[in-house]
């Protein structure tokens, strides 16, 4: 039996998923769907349904992604906010 530990990558600077990293990727499954559909004529094949289904999840991942950086970043600004009028209060005391 193996540790499922090990299988997990690292998660280094190279890795991590910011939203411009998101935007390129999206950019790119756009542009390979809007080659498919300017064409002359649009010819279906055997993968489309496979294919459709990989963009259904790619977007629900990325959104759950996207959430996520959003989070982060209220937390952030929340913490800030915090320090800002921590030091009001100090001065105003």
């Known amino acids: 039996m193996t540790d499922k530990a090990q299988n ?3 998660n280094t600077a190279d890795n991590v998923f910011n939203r411009q990293k998101l935007l390129i990727l ?3 499954v756009l542009e390979k769907i809007e080659q498919r559909l300017t064409t002359e004529r649009f010819r279906s094949s055997e993968s489309d349904n496979t294919y ?3 963009v259904r ?3 629900s ?3 759950a992604h996207n ?3 959003r989070d ?3 937390d952030a600004i929340n913490r800030r906010l915090d320090e800002i009028e921590a030091r009001q ?3 105003n005391e």
Do not use: I, Y
């Open 8 to 10: 997990l990558p690292e």
């Open 61 to 63: 991942l990325m959104t």
């Open 89 to 91: 209060r100090g001065d």
């Open 26 to 28: 999206s950019s790119s």
């Open 57 to 59: 999840a790619f977007s």
């Open 72 to 74: 982060n970043d209220l």
């Open 52 to 54: 459709l289904a990989f």
């Open 67 to 69: 959430m996520t950086l």
